[in-house]
T-cell receptor
Framework: QKEVEQDPGPLSVPEGAIVSLNCTYS??????FMWYRQYSRKGPELLMY????GNKEDGRFTAQVDKSSKYISLFIRDSQPSDSATYLC??????????FGKGTTLSVSS | EAEVAQSPRYKITEKSQAVAFWCDPI?????LYWYRQILGQGPELLVQ????????DSQLPKDRFSAERLKGVDSTLKIQPAELGDSAMYLC?????????????FGPGTRLTVL
């Protein structure tokens, strides 16, 4: 079993839809939970960064962490064609390398 | 806005040749990471530096890969000799490296193709 599991999709939605992206993990020592967005042939861009269980909102994006279930989510409201990208969850302990999921490819059609 | 710089952006080489990649982290960032990302996968760590010291190189194939960060600022990753299986995106990331700060910021990557 990999430390971080993420459904690679692809996920296709119409413009304006609410998107839900998820990861599960097995290592309860993970302290930090991140979501990165990666456009084709580009480096990952940090979208959301959370430390504890609960929700964190930034504009159209909401990150949710449930440590008891070892489950993290990213919600995108009012999705736009410009949101079409690969979304990577990443987890770690303080000062260590990130452990990434495989990434979920999202396509938003206008 | 401060960014991680990498060069070259693209590199095509033949197997058995030597290649080198360069990374300049965000100014003031003490921790530097090299990751490798195979198509369709998430990035995986190759080596982590804290200032000029190697913190973690357990996943670095040391028979052919080497990395250095001599002055604790920019870094070079070298592959010699390159193999077909080394074709991937090589990503550099940096973070402040201070207690309580953990965000890692990535550069644009170097896409390597080994023929």
């Amino acid at each position: 079993q990999k430390e971080v599991e993420q459904d690679p999709g692809p996920l296709s939605v119409p413009e304006g839809a609410i998107v839900s992206l998820n990861c599960t993990y097995s290592n309860s020592a993970f302290q930090y939970f991140m979501w990165y967005r990666q456009y084709s042939r580009k480096g990952p861009e940090l979208l959301m960064y959370t430390y504890s269980s609960g929700n964190k909102e930034d504009g159209r994006f909401t990150a949710q962490v449930d440590k008891s279930s070892k489950y993290i989510s990213l919600f995108i409201r009012d999705s736009q064609p410009s949101d079409s990208a690969t979304y990577l969850c990443a987890l770690n302990q303080a000062g260590t390398a990130l452990i990434f999921g495989k990434g979920t490819t999202l396509s938003v059609s206008s | 806005e401060a960014e991680v710089a990498q060069s070259p952006r693209y590199k095509i080489t033949e197997k058995s040749q030597a290649v080198a990649f360069w990374c300049d982290p965000i100014s003031g960032h003490a921790t530097l990471y090299w990751y490798r990302q195979i198509l369709g996968q998430g990035p995986e760590l190759l080596v982590q530096f804290q200032d000029e010291s190697v913190v973690d190189d357990s996943q670095l194939p040391k028979d052919r890969f080497s990395a250095e960060r001599l002055k604790g600022v920019d870094s070079t990753l070298k592959i010699q000799p390159a193999e077909l299986g080394d074709s991937a995106m090589y990503l550099c990331a940096s973070s402040l490296g201070l207690a309580g700060t953990n965000e890692q910021f990535f550069g644009p990557g170097t896409r390597l193709t080994v023929l």
